[in-house]
């Protein structure tokens, strides 16, 4: 009976495709995006109390509302940055949300996945939001700095242009250092150091990267988790860097369908959750090996790769669960939508027994 259980507390049905959740820091409250069936943008807040969500607030906006990040705010504002179905970069102060506090036309297509660190008290050095778009560009702004990207990642000329899916911040332990991490619709994953303006790593599953996330944003890289097409996610071990091998990593089949998502519990790295295009959601430990690294015929270190078990698994919708997204302050509350319209919020119990 040591088993973690994961309990829909609440669900409500919806009148518009969600497509991101995620909890407001240091509140009761979380955000859901989406875009109705007229093609407009919806941003909700709701308030958890009394075992329901309740509708505080709602706007309506020019165009669907794909991802959202409250990664690059400080902890008194809590800014929500937003990427929406035109390429629109936006930032919303949730407490006035008919005019964006910054809007930046940012891609020419699509804006599939964001990010943000260096607020919330999360990740040393400027705040940096990143963007990654079907235009198969990936670009780093500062909102402090008006209409320009402080750096962006494109295919050269005449290079074919990948749609990215899924982008992340990590290793951002210190004033200078800085990691991104994008994935891609033909398998490629690439690294890109922020410091050295490099490509840092690039490696290739062979299936659509639908999510890349650090474990940790905030300190020297440690793992990465990728979901992909055709049952699978890799976790890589970050702490050892081969010249030629590049990254230890695992791979493991789950959910008998497209992985959606791979996201860490924020009050412990080792334990992360997958989400399932037939609506099931998977827990997972991590454990390390014994030893982390090993040594080569040519005495170069090289990573060793750990194990995952299956802690619990559960199946919530018919549809794919399009978000996930674990609350910052409360362990084990999680926020999560699937694509049947519904919003739920899940309580999982025992994880303090699995450190």
Known sequence: MDKPQIIAHVQKSLNYTLFDSKWVPCSAKFVVLGNYPRGTGALQVYEVSHGDATLVHESEKSKGLKCGTFGASSLQQRYLATGDMDGRMQIWNLDAVDLPVYSVNAHKEIINSI?????????????????????GSVKVWDPRQKNDPVATMEPGEGEAKRDCWSVA??????????????????????????????????????????????????????????????????????????????F??????????????????????????????????????????????????????????????????????TQPISSFDWSPDKEGLAVCTAFDQTLRILIVTKLNRHL
């Open 115 to 135: 990010d943000g660190v260096g607020g919330l008290g999360i990740g040393e050095g400027a705040p940096e939001i990143v963007t990654g778009s079907r235009d």
């Open 169 to 246: 911040f990590g290793h951002a332990y210190n004033q200078h250092d800085r990691c991104v991490c994008a994935g891609y619709d033909n398998g490629d994953i690439k690294m890109f150091d922020l410091r050295n303006m490099t490509l840092r790593w690039e490696t290739n599953v062979k299936n659509g990267v639908c999510c890349v996330e650090f474990d940790r944003k905030d300190i020297n890289m440690n793992k990465l988790v990728a979901a992909t097409l055709e049952s699978k996610f890799h976790v890589f071990d970050l702490r050892t860097q081969h010249p030629q091998k590049g």
């Open 248 to 317: 230890a990593s695992l791979t493991e089949k789950a959910h008998k369908s497209t992985i959606w998502l791979g996201r860490h519990l924020p009050q412990n790295r080792d334990l992360f959750m997958t989400t399932g295009g037939s609506g099931s959601l998977n827990l997972w430990k991590y454990t390390y090996p014994s030893n982390r690294v090993t040594k080569d015929c040519n005495e170069t270190p090289e990573g060793v790769a750990g194990t995952v078990t299956l802690l619990q698994n559960v199946t919530l919708s």
